[in-house]
């Protein structure tokens, strides 16, 4: 017995190695990037539109032709390996007009999403936070505008702002802001009433505090979800409306306005409809899954 | 019951008078003035002027206005000479109305079943092929099924006939063009539901009591399913309503969607102020029809006259 007593030897309690925290913390935007890499159709989505958007940019680089130049002896030229994907009814090349058009239509889908999202974090943040009568009038101005449907809105907003791509940012930003108001205000009214809220206000915080440290960086995750999904929408609206001639203004170029002018010579040239509809297709097929994935990976209520 | 029926009611005139009003102010901030064509004598323009109450002040302007909508007189089409817009509206709206009726149907019907199949048969092959139809129909633009459709089902094979709408066979293709976007977000958004039901206590408690599998299926989970489904169905509303704008233009088919365009491509603004107070009361009617049905469905409804969350 004796001899195993002393092969143990007390070495007595380290306290400071026992609060160290040997791993290094999970925290969580690396936990939901870490979600979001194993969700291969996410990535797959991912990849897609940053693709694309290295496309955008560098893309009508890449061939000799710009988007607007004429070529009037090359006009309706299927695809070949001079125009990689053919030239339209005025010979211009769609290969450089599908890429500016990327640009024109992801940026309308980017800027006029930040828009709405400030607009509404705005107006839905001090509605929801400090209630009475401001909220009162916002949701009834809301439920009011609810009611006409949101491409009427854009139409009506438009006449009065003009055709063209900063108009349709700004229709957008005034039309996407209620949406956005509501689902802010009801995320402030919902956390308000939590306990480490109450706990930052009795431990005197300002309102500006409160909002900046713990009301926003709560509500991130659901915000820069709906942000990816607002995207699609605006792209998916902008080609509806260059579509029914009020949108992108010639000589500048759309998706939404390639697919328009490839529908009117669609029986004659289906490749100038088939190409830009294949791109705003996956566009959006991608922002979708890749804005679900980012849903799944950002929900708390997922984690374990 | 009645006392929310009538709240919703008075809601419902006031967000119509509301939209009335922002499409006032709205036209009067256009630039330009309806009647300024140098062709025009300039008695007429003043006539024209005192027609519309241009000339009187704004409060009165706006009086008789709001007297007009409700007398229900949306007055003349600048583009078509001699039209009211009432008139435009009696002749198109039954095509549209058509149109947009055939597509709410196919698309709820089809989008629900299509949901509650995915769910039932999760992570099979049945599943899958319902969700790629359900993520291609929100990726797609309706514009890009519309032509497609119609060139390869009518212009190519012959199935259907290529434009107008004169006959069944004729409403078949622009219904699926307009209804397969509604038709994508029923599908997924039924399918979710009905995965979420399967896990709630009271599932597992009608599965404890031994009931079928049919009964389980029909009586409890679809019940509850829908009812998220049914409120998106009023939302979707407008989204077909917009959707005819454009399968309207493909399929040359004469209904509120082209004229709407038209006027917007010809500045022609009592048409737009007149469709547009038009596609309000349309809206704001099915979502009071949706709501009021959404009583009857759910019984907690019924009880407390709110809408619990």
Redo the contacts between chains.
């Keep these: 017995m004796e001899n195993t007593l002393n092969k143990f030897e007390h070495i007595g309690k380290d306290i400071e190695q026992g609060e160290n925290v040997s791993r290094p913390s999970v925290g969580y935007w690396s936990d939901a990037w870490r979600r979001l890499k194993q969700n291969k159709l996410a990535m797959i989505g991912l990849v897609i539109i940053i693709i694309y958007v290295i496309m955008a940019i560098f893309g009508e680089s890449m061939v000799s032709f710009n988007f607007r130049s004429n070529d009037y002896e090359n006009m309706n030229i299927s695809p070949n390996s001079v125009h990689w994907f053919g030239t339209d009814a005025l010979g211009r090349d769609l290969w450089a007009r599908v890429w500016a058009g990327a640009r024109i239509s992801l940026m309308i889908g980017l800027v006029s999403a930040v828009m709405q999202m400030t607009l509404g974090v705005l107006v839905g943040g001090v509605a929801g936070y400090f209630g009475g009568m401001f909220d009162l009038i916002v949701m009834r101005v809301t439920?009011?505008?609810d009611?006409?449907?949101?491409?009427?809105f854009v139409?009506?907003?438009m006449?009065?702002v003009g055709s063209g791509v900063i108009p349709i940012i700004i229709a957008f930003a005034l039309t996407g802001w209620i949406a956005m108001a509501r689902l802010v205000r009801g995320q402030v009214l919902q956390l308000k009433e939590q306990e480490f809220m109450l706990a930052a206000k009795s431990m005197g915080a300002s309102s500006f505090r409160l909002i900046a440290k713990h009301l926003i960086p709560n509500m991130a995750g659901v915000l820069i979800v709906t942000l990816t999904m607002k995207i699609p929408q605006a792209i998916?609206a902008e080609?509806?409306l260059s579509?029914?001639?009020?949108g992108v203004m010639p000589p500048q170029t759309s998706w939404?306005q390639l697919?328009?002018l490839g529908?009117q010579n669609?029986?004659v040239f289906?490749y100038q409809?088939l190409i830009p509809?294949f791109f705003?297709?996956?566009m959006?097929?991608s922002l979708?899954?890749f804005g679900d994935g980012l849903r799944d990976a950002l929900d708390p209520k997922l984690r374990k | 019951m009645s006392r929310y029926v009538i709240q919703r009611l008075i809601m419902a005139v006031v967000t119509i008078l509301a939209v009335a009003t922002l499409i006032f102010f709205l036209i009067r901030l256009l630039p330009g003035d309806p009647f300024s064509d140098p062709k025009v004598p300039e008695d007429i323009q003043l006539r024209q002027k005192a027609y519309y109450g241009l000339d009187k002040p704004m409060y009165e302007q706006y009086y008789i206005y709001i007297k007009n909508i409700v007398k229900g007189n949306l007055g003349y089409s600048l583009r078509y000479k001699g039209r009211t817009v009432n008139s435009i509206i009696t002749d198109s709206f039954p095509y549209s109305a058509d149109l947009g009726i055939r597509a709410l149907i196919f698309s709820t019907i089809a989008g629900i079943f299509m949901g509650i199949i995915a769910a039932l048969k999760k992570g099979k092959g049945w599943d899958n092929i319902t969700m790629i139809i359900a993520i291609l129909g929100v990726s797609v633009p309706s514009f890009v099924v519309g032509s497609l459709l119609q060139y390869f089902l009518a212009v190519k094979f012959k199935l259907f006939p290529v434009a107008q709408y004169t006959s069944t066979l004729h409403t078949i293709l622009p219904t699926f063009a307009l209804g397969i976007g509604t038709l994508a977000t029923l599908a997924r958004l039924m399918r979710t539901s009905m995965l979420d039901v399967v896990s709630t206590d009271y599932i597992k408690s009608a599965k404890a009591k031994g009931l079928k599998e049919y009964q389980l299926t029909w009586k409890h989970q679809i019940r509850n399913a829908i009812l998220p489904v049914v409120t998106v169905v009023g939302m979707n509303v407008a989204t077909l309503l917009t959707g005819t704008f454009v399968i309207e233009n493909i399929f040359a088919i004469p209904g509120l969607g082209k004229y709407y365009v038209l006027g917007i491509q010809n500045l022609d603004y009592p048409m737009i102020s007149g469709l547009t107070l038009v596609f309000a009361v349309f809206l704001v009617s099915t979502q009071l029809i949706v709501d009021l049905l959404y009583g009857f469905i759910d019984p907690r409804i019924r009880v407390s006259g709110k809408r619990g969350d």
């Design positions: 439920e009011i505008l009611s006409i449907p949101f491409l009427v139409i009506l907003i006449m009065v998916f080609a509806f579509y029914i001639g009020i939404g697919a328009n529908a669609m029986q289906p409809l509809a705003i297709s996956t959006m097929l979708q899954i």
